[in-house]
């Protein structure tokens, strides 16, 4: 095929993934920020917000989020996402579409207990994604589990972990002089990955 496959681009897109990923971290300021889309089922329309990706488990792309988010309520309801990375400098883009599932309690247990401690008390006293009257009253919830866990350890609330993304799809696309972009997409066929360069 394209010799630009040979030179920049595996055959396992995962492996192409992590280069780029590798390559953007060395220039980009948030390289771990991706865009996670979701469908709002109840009102039949896309969602999107800004998650960090917390690297490659197997084959999963993961990254950690409150379970009872309107995220997470929607990849409940339909677990097909769409993930984005958008590295400005590195003039790169890559869109992933996969299944979701939830990582094992044993594996978010092992990445809150790395987390530094006020993000630790941040995602014990959450409730993502529900209103609040005010920020005091959020601001009080926050000091009084540092209160409550003064001396101990801050515990994995059982609503908070990871998210593992099975990948079947990706583009990758290098943004190109006057518009003349490159890009690849890999679609998943059994256990091979067939590989096509679209137009600009
Ligand atoms: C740079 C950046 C990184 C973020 N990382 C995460 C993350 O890793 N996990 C998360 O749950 N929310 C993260 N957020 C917040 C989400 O964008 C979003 O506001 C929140 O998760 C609630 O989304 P939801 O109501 O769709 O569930 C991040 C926001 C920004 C701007």
Not at 63 to 83: H, P, R
Not at 159 to 173: K, V
């Amino acid at each position: 095929m394209d010799n630009l496959i040979n030179y920049f681009l595996r055959k396992d897109p995962s492996e192409s993934f992590q280069e780029w990923y590798a390559d953007a971290k060395k220039v980009e300021q948030n390289p771990e920020a991706m865009t996670l889309s979701t469908m709002d089922q109840k009102h039949n329309r896309p969602d999107s917000r800004t998650v960090l990706f917390k690297g490659m488990k197997d084959n999963y792309l993961t990254f950690y989020t409150n379970y009872n988010s309107t995220k997470a309520k929607e990849l409940d309801s339909n677990s097909e996402a769409c993930l984005l990375f958008y590295w400005h400098i590195s003039k790169r883009q890559v869109r992933i579409q996969g299944k979701v599932k939830k990582m094992s309690t044993a594996d978010s247990d092992i990445y809150f207990t790395v987390r530094d401690r006020q993000s630790q008390l941040a995602s014990y006293i959450s409730e993502q994604s529900s209103p609040i009257a005010d920020k005091d009253t959020l601001m009080k919830k926050l000091s009084d589990a540092d209160r409550k866990f003064q001396g101990s350890e801050v515990p994995r609330p059982e609503n908070w972990g990871g998210i593992l993304f099975e990948p079947y799809e990706f583009e990758f696309f290098v943004y190109g002089d006057y518009r003349i972009n490159d890009r690849f997409l890999y679609k998943k066929s059994h256990n091979d990955w067939i590989i096509t360069r679209l137009q600009p």
